[in-house]
């Protein structure tokens, strides 16, 4: 159980003795930290272990969490992560004011209902912002539909760690981005809990406030009333406002000398795209537009989905296209800055989206992309750490293209 794993700095746990530092007091991660919120309950003894940006250890965890580590010679592997099951789907009927049809709700919903778990770790949104991220340990199912729609920006889903001791909750399913998972992976032995299940979301390019802030400022025709948005696959960004219109821009349209800094330091050394340490993964980046994409990890993950399968129409994950010549000359134009004029870029993605990648080929765009932007961002202003940061199977990515020059 993970509760009754000895620690390895005593015969005490550090929910039994250790109490959190002041908020804010200790991030060793410095520029890099992605505020987790590890370091903001009493496993901040853990972090220098626990800390992606500190120590990243894929393999290791991969090994524990699913009984082995990705097959870098299995293209969908090398690219996705450990996998029993690859699916695409939609939730029928959706869940009103989901972001998409609800698939992360709806089972963290049924994980309650059944009684598989105690308690749901999520995030809800403040009553004066609506992207000021709120963790909570939701007990009830309207908790957790409280926490429906993505929230674009860096969020302390761990601090809510530090309200297990004592609250009777032993069987926990966690719903976090890659950074968040690796750190809860690493000090999952010294849990108060007999069982966690964990639940990812990809996830790529988070941003402070200040700096969600700009991009909306720079992107949207109305930021003051987004209510959510996302990148997807027809190379547009969807923007969807609170008076229910909807908003496209495309992706070559970005005011991209304004933005290049805009994200945050730890998404820019981030290698996790695709959460490889949950149980169940739920996404859209390998599906075709307007359905979820799952993958399958282990069998928790397997126990997770059939929660809602029933609920869901499913479909196989299928690949269309060639984004190898787009990668590549992705890389140049981001490295330079290129702000196209909006009638272009509309032209650019109505080509792209006629002939580009689809699917499973979408997704690995997406990873190319960003895996090699982070590489060069890394070994420019990182050097130090590049080479045992970036991971094997990120690596194996990145030296299929041509970066600038550091």
């Known amino acids: 159980m993970p509760g009754s794993t000895p620690s ?6 550090p929910h039994e ?13 410095k520029d890099l930290c992605s505020q987790c919120g590890l370091c903001d309950s009493r496993w901040v003894a853990y972090v220098r272990q626990a800390c992606a940006f500190l120590n990243q250890q894929f393999e290791t965890m991969e090994t524990r969490v699913h009984g082995r580590s990705r097959d870098l010679n299995n293209e969908d592997e090398l690219y996705f992560g450990v996998s029993q099951r690859m699916l695409t789907a939609r939730l029928e009927p959706p ?9 992360v709700s709806r089972l963290g919903v049924r994980a309650l209902e059944s009684g598989l778990v105690d308690a749901v770790l999520c995030v809800q949104q403040s009553e004066h912002d609506r992207f000021t991220p709120v963790p909570v340990l939701a007990r009830t199912p309207e908790q957790v539909l409280a926490a429906r729609v993505n929230k674009p920006t860096l969020s302390p889903n761990l601090e809510v760690l530090e309200q297990l001791p004592g609250s009777g909750i032993r069987n926990l ?10 750190a809860l992976r690493a000090v999952e032995a010294t849990l108060p809990l007999d069982n966690l299940y964990v639940l990812g979301l990809p996830c790529v390019d988070n941003v402070s ?16 009333t987004v209510v959510h948005y996302e990148f997807m696959q027809d190379f547009r960004i969807h923007f969807r406002h609170s008076d229910g219109s909807n908003e496209t821009v495309p992706f070559f349209g970005l005011d991209t000398p304004k933005l290049k800094d805009v994200f945050a330091p730890s998404c820019l050394s981030c290698f996790d795209y695709t959460n490889g340490g949950a149980d169940l993964v739920v996404g859209y980046m390998g599906a ?9 990890r282990n069998d928790r993950g397997a126990a997770l989905l ?30 330079k800055a290129v ?7 509309r032209l650019v993605g109505c080509v792209v989206n006629a002939i580009g990648p689809r699917g499973l080929e979408y997704g690995r765009f997406s990873i190319d992309s960003h895996f090699t932007r982070n590489a060069l961002w890394l070994r420019r202003h990182h050097p130090e750490m590049a080479d045992r940061h970036i991971p094997s199977f990120a690596q194996k990515i990145v030296n299929r293209y041509r970066l600038p020059a550091l």
């Open 8 to 13: 390895p700095h005593g015969s005490l746990l």
């Open 17 to 29: 003795k250790a109490r959190p530092l002041a908020k804010g007091s200790t991030y060793p991660a």
């Open 95 to 103: 869940i009103e004011g989901a972001q998409w049809t609800g698939i």
């Open 173 to 182: 399913l966690a719903i976090g981005v890659g950074c968040q998972v690796q």
């Open 209 to 224: 406030r200040a700096g969600l802030q700009t991009f909306l400022d720079s992107s949207s025709r109305s930021p003051e």
């Open 288 to 296: 075709s537009f307007g359905r979820q994409w799952i993958t399958v």
């Open 306 to 335: 059939q929660l809602v399968e029933a609920e869901l129409e499913t479909a196989p994950v299928q690949s269309r296209g060639n984004r190898k010549a787009a990668v590549q000359q992705g890389i140049d134009a981001y490295d």
């Open 339 to 345: 702000k196209l004029p909006l009638w272009l870029a």
